[in-house]
Each structure stands twice: as C-alpha cells, then as structure tokens.
C-alpha cells in the first residue's frame, strides 16, 4: 500500500492537489503538509514530519513537492524521522499535481514501487509546452 504526501507552500493549493487524489484514490491515505507559520505562505519541516508519520503504516510513501525550497523542508522533515520509517520514504521527481495524479491511479493498479516511480517519471511529458 502507497501513502502520498503532498507538501505546498500553499495550504489552498495543497487542499486541493488532494481533493483529486483522493477522488480518485478513496481518500485513503493522503495528507498534506502544506504552509508555513500562521498560515503564511511556506513550508514546515515539523509539519512534514507529522504528515509523513500519519500514513507510517504503509508500506511506500512518496512525497511530492511543489517548490526548491518545499524540497529543502522534506530533505529535513525525512532526516527526523526513525530510520525504519525514513527507509519507506521517497520524494518523488515529479510535477506535483500530475505526478500525484498518475501516482495515485498507477499506485491502484499495483504494488511495484518502481512502476509507479516509473509512470511518475513520465508525467513529466505532461507539462512541458510545445514549442
């Protein structure tokens, strides 16, 4: 079982990356961690620490992230964690909405890590523009 956590400078943005995924995930575990000090624009490695903890059950998480520094506060929220469960953590190298999108289906098709890794990769090609 897949957990994903979306992490956002922006809690509207991340409310919303989720409400798809969980439309079409079943709502099942997805969090956010999303924002940075009352309610400012940012990210908080102790929230992503907690967002992570909550889907601890699952066998892989994968965190997408939505800006360079979103990546800085994860790269810290991970080295908090227990070593058994920073073992189930990836952040994934995807855009965010697409690649959680396409995670979330691939993820309920089935259980290898490196196929939904592998279709996350290719959600990349959805976003580039033509030129």
Do not use: W, Y
Request: proline letters at 2%; glycine letters at 10%; one cysteine or more.
């Amino acid at each position: 079982m897949f957990g994903f956590v979306i992490v956002s400078h922006s809690e509207k943005v991340a409310e919303g990356i989720k409400d798809v995924v969980e439309q079409l995930h079943g709502g099942k575990s997805v969090c956010v961690a999303a924002g940075g000090v009352d309610g400012r624009i940012g990210t908080n490695p102790l929230k992503i620490q907690e967002a992570i903890e909550t889907v601890q059950n699952c066998e892989h998480i994968l965190v997408f992230v939505d800006l360079g520094s979103a990546v800085l506060s994860t790269d810290l929220a991970i080295d908090l964690l227990e070593d058994d469960l920073r073992q189930k953590v990836m952040m994934v190298d995807g855009p965010i909405l697409e690649g959680a999108v396409i995670g979330v289906i691939q993820a309920s098709i089935t259980d290898d890590l490196a196929e939904v890794l592998e279709m996350i990769k290719k959600s990349k090609e959805l976003v580039k523009f033509s030129e």
